[in-house]
């Protein structure tokens, strides 16, 4: 019994992260992973002192990337989506709407080239950033739909409005000439921030993750970057270079790891719950066989004694399983904080525990079953 409740109470546990796990998993990001490399180049003060000389590398950069074979798009941001790197900033229209009152806080991305066409990031309405949004030009920004449904009524209403980013002598103002779709820049199932951008052609901005979209194979595309970047600039490293979808399974390793080691330990606790079910009702017919052999020459019918024994492993099975799904429910909600998409308490769960741990205990008793009805009285006579 005491191994049924374990196996019942780790079974409800594995259950829970599993489903979390495939909640998790189904999550729309809102960028692609697949045939994309990134990496980070982060240009000292000293080289490249202003936003000319800034552009005028990654142009060159820019330039060497996109001759190389299989590349398919290029673009950069200031902080890659799943990165663990951000810069939040609040954010209110210069005009508010009736009854928008205070600032919001928004995640604060500078982006050049291509970048959202390379992630796939779908444009909701309005324009990307383009040549002509260089300095000297309007101050322009792209929102993405959740800051454009927060401050307005939709994505379109938000096209042409002028925000204000910052606060005190920094902040700046700009028109929002594109909105675009919500990018979760942190860990899959954890809320994210609503997001601006701004052209780097506009901005002074040093640090810059590039990604390539390309055909190639991801060593064959690192290997062609780092010479690339050398090409331009020997004296500029390359950090943090992966592909983004080595990105995504980093940042959902911990929930992955964690179904799997509870998945292991579940499957290992259920193989002893049936080794015990046999165990215990193989010495319960053994002791019974006697009784079993009376019964027979009596006239009993193997159904008889089929339910006797199958009686005593639903009794044992039942308590198990009551124990261990209360105490799995339990472990459930103190497991909550690791959960995403699935209550303690998933009927689901609940019901896959109950028909493991149900059919575990039939295949456990089916030895001991069938040496029970198979008793011969006469052997069992003429042993006493």
């Not at 700009?174 to 780097?200: D, F, M, N």
């Amino acid at each position: 019994m005491t191994e049924i409740a374990l196996a019942a109470s780790l079974l409800v546990c594995a259950g829970l992260t599993l489903r979390s796990l495939q909640a998790l998993v189904s999550v729309d990001v809102g960028f692609a992973t697949e045939q994309r490399f990134a990496f980070k180049t982060n240009l000292t003060e000293r080289g490249y002192p202003d936003a000319a000389r800034v552009n005028r590398f990654y142009d060159q950069l820019t330039t060497r990337l996109e001759s190389l074979p299989g590349t398919l798009s290029i673009g950069a941001i200031s902080y890659l989506p799943l990165s663990g790197e951000g810069l939040s900033v609040n954010a209110a229209p210069v005009e508010p709407p009736s009854g928008q009152t205070g600032d919001v806080t928004v995640d604060w991305r500078i982006v050049r080239g291509r970048y959202f066409e390379t992630m796939d990031v779908a444009l909701m309405s309005g324009r990307l950033f383009s040549s002509d949004d260089r300095p000297g030009s309007p101050a322009v920004a792209i929102v993405d739909d959740v800051l454009a449904r927060r401050l307005w009524t939709n994505e379109g209403a938000a096209i042409g409005r002028t925000i204000r980013f910052g606060s005190g002598p920094p902040a700046e103002t700009r028109t929002i000439v594109g909105v675009v779709r919500h990018v979760s820049h942190v860990e899959p199932g954890k809320q994210s921030l609503p997001a601006a951008y701004a052209p780097q052609s506009q901005v002074y901005q040093r640090g810059m993750y590039t990604v390539i979209k390309s055909t190639s194979a991801p060593q064959a595309v690192m290997s062609a970057a780092r010479a690339a970047l050398r090409s331009v600039d020997p004296a500029v490293p390359m950090y943090f270079a992966e592909t983004v979808a080595a990105r995504y399974d980093s940042a959902i390793s911990l929930p992955r790891f964690t179904a799997g080691l509870v998945s292991a330990f579940s499957t290992l606790a259920l193989v002893l719950a049936g080794v015990g079910i046999f165990g215990v009702t193989g010495y319960a017919v053994a002791q019974r066989m006697r009784e079993f052999g009376i019964r027979f020459a009596l006239g009993a019918q193997r159904l008889h004694v089929g339910r006797l024994v199958l009686g005593r492993v639903a009794l044992l099975a039942g308590v198990g399983l009551t124990i261990g799904t209360g105490v799995g429910i339990g472990l459930g909600s103190l497991m909550s904080g690791i959960l995403f998409g699935v209550e303690s308490n998933d009927p689901l769960t609940m019901s896959v525990a109950i028909g493991a741990i149900g059919l575990t205990a039939i295949l456990a008793s089916l030895a001991p079953l069938r040496h029970a009805v198979r008793v011969s009285p006469a052997e069992i006579l003429r042993a006493e």
